[in-house]
């Protein structure tokens, strides 16, 4: 079995920042693309943010340039720094990973989301 928790949400003003992160434990082999959705209410949910395995990112045109993807391998986390926040950045935003676990399957796998509320 493997789990993503996630952590780091809250309510923000405007402007201001907050970074996401979000754990992967269990029965890992590797990891491959690990990512950011978010689904706001009466939307669909939509891909923020990825980075593969090699590093190279893939951003939603609406957070390019405010938002960045980073993770760190040793710990299987994978972060969003959220800079400049809007109100329409308002959602419960989601970790997804691609994870080759040790019976050599592989799986998606989810979080159980985060609340971002961006309000003055």
């Known amino acids: 079995q493997v789990q993503l928790v996630e952590s780091g949400g809250g309510l923000v003003q405007p402007g201001e920042s907050l970074r996401l992160s979000c754990a992967a434990s269990g029965s890992i082999f590797s990891i491959y693309t690990m990512g950011w959705y978010r689904q706001a209410p009466g939307k669909q949910r939509e891909l923020v943010a990825a980075?593969?395995?090699?590093?190279?990112?893939n951003y939603a045109d609406s957070v390019k340039g405010r938002f960045t993807v980073s993770r760190d391998n040793a710990k299987n986390t994978v972060y969003l720094q959220m800079n400049s926040l809007k109100p329409e950045d308002t959602a419960v935003y989601y970790c997804?990973?691609?994870?080759?676990?040790?019976?050599?399957?592989?799986?998606?796998?989810w979080g159980q989301g985060t609340q971002v509320t961006v309000s003055s």
């Open positions: 997804n990973a691609r994870i080759k676990i040790v019976t050599m399957r592989v799986n998606a796998y």
């Open positions: 980075i593969n395995s090699d590093g190279s990112t």
